[in-house]
């Protein structure tokens, strides 16, 4: 993950959830979903294994030490990922930019990589998507009616 300015107290808009996807290449009307489907307002949820997903983008604790390699501790990325929703969005557009391009078990699934996002876990990766799915929808909708969609 390359720089992103960081901001304390900073909400998760629409505007940078987008402005994420664009920059990490994946769908905005997806990264959207997952933003709400996750809530989109808890700061720390403990899970039953015992990690805990942070921020926004309900981002699991394991990919915490993901930005070690250029120098940022997973304190501080925890930091983020509680006090800056923009933030928290672009980890999100991020992660889920690595699920759809990893060759999932050879899976060409594009839903299956998305769910991946949540859990690789067959039965749980079916279950995301079922509310991944519609909420996709609806969001496509939105930015359909609400954003220029230029196709190149």
């Not at 805990?52 to 983008?57: L, P, R, S």
């Not at 509680?82 to 933030?87: A, F, M, S, T």
């Not at 009616?145 to 230029?150: H, P, S």
Request: net charge positive; hydrophobic share 35%.
């Amino acid at each position: 993950m390359d720089y992103y300015p960081v901001q304390d107290s900073r909400p998760a808009t629409v505007q940078c959830a987008v402005d994420s996807a664009v920059r990490r290449n994946v769908p905005a009307n997806v990264l959207l979903a997952i933003l709400e489907w996750e809530n989109g307002h808890k700061k720390v949820l403990q899970n039953p294994n015992g990690t805990v997903d942070i921020g926004q983008g309900g981002i699991n604790s394991i990919h915490l030490k993901e930005l070690h390699h250029i120098g940022v501790s997973a304190n501080v990325v925890a930091y983020f990922l509680k006090n800056d929703g923009c933030y928290s969005a672009d980890f999100s557009a991020y992660l889920l930019q690595k699920r759809l391009t990893e060759a999932r078990n050879g899976n060409p699934d594009f839903w299956t990589r998305v769910a991946s996002y949540h859990s690789k876990t067959p039965s749980l990766n079916v279950a995301y998507q079922q509310n991944i799915r519609p909420l996709a929808s609806k969001w496509a909708g939105y930015l359909a009616r609400n954003y220029t969609v230029k196709d190149y």
